[in-house]
T-cell receptor, first 107, second 112 residues
Framework: KNEVEQSPQNLTAQEGEFITINCSYS?????LHWLQQHPGGGIVSLFM???GKKKHGRLIATINIQEKHSSLHITASHPRDSAVYIC?????????FGTGTSLTVIP | KAGVTQTPRYLIKTRGQQVTLSCSPI?????VSWYQQTPGQGLQFLFE???????NKGNFPGRFSGRQFSNSRSEMNVSTLELGDSALYLC???????????FGPGTRLTVL
């Protein structure tokens, strides 16, 4: 049983396209994290959110606590957005991670 | 501010050996968490330390242990290494338990 499910697993887009990555979770949480991992392993925290919507540049994250669902949107995608995007939740004392969405943006 | 640093970056060990990995958090951060990432299992939570106390622990055997020092630097130790312990080990620091985490570059451990 996976506490966190992400979709799609793989995504290929043309530069400039609008991208949506989805995350559903089955546990009660205090916050949800979106992480970005580039080839080579380094992980960057993109968002931590517990309600509503957050925006950083071309990235937008939304969360619906009642539906236990979050989305990460990338507007005007660029090849440098190519990475694995990981959703993570923290119900109490544990962290649970999605399996990641591998995004490739083609010029 | 300097980011999270991990040493060593790469490590090769043989089965049965033990290994110690080090993590230096961002200055002022008192919380350090450790994660294991493998192609098969993805990212998994190992443990979390705050002010030298282990606050949370994931579902890993007792061969995996850690500690945190008074300067917030943390080490994790894996004893009696198994082939399946080959992974990228990441640490992350934050100013508090439920705050944003900042990840280090990871230590890639290969067990032969």
């Amino acid at each position: 049983k996976n506490e966190v499910e992400q979709s799609p697993q793989n995504l290929t887009a043309q530069e400039g396209e609008f991208i949506t990555i989805n995350c559903s979770y089955s546990v009660g949480i205090s916050a949800l994290h979106w992480l970005q991992q580039h080839p080579g392993g380094g992980i960057v925290s993109l968002f931590m959110l517990s309600s509503g919507k957050k925006k950083h540049g071309r990235l937008i994250a939304t969360i619906n606590i009642q539906e236990k669902h979050s989305s990460l949107h990338i507007t005007a995608s660029h090849p440098r957005d190519s990475a694995v995007y990981i959703c993570a939740v923290r119900p109490g004392n544990q962290f649970y991670f999605g399996t990641g969405t591998s995004l490739t943006v083609i010029p | 501010k300097a980011g999270v640093t991990q040493t060593p970056r790469y490590l090769i060990k043989t089965r049965g050996q033990q290994v110690t990995l080090s993590c230096s958090p961002i200055s002022g951060h008192r919380s350090v968490s450790w994660y294991q990432q493998t192609p098969g299992q993805g990212l998994q939570f190992l443990f979390e330390y705050f002010s030298e106390t282990q606050r949370n622990k994931g579902n890993f055997p007792g061969r995996f242990s850690g500690r945190q020092f008074s300067n917030s630097r943390s080490e994790m130790n894996v004893s009696t290494l198994e082939l399946g312990d080959s992974a990228l080990y990441l640490c992350a620091s934050s100013s508090g338990a439920y705050n944003e985490q900042f990840f280090g570059p990871g230590t890639r451990l290969t067990v032969l």
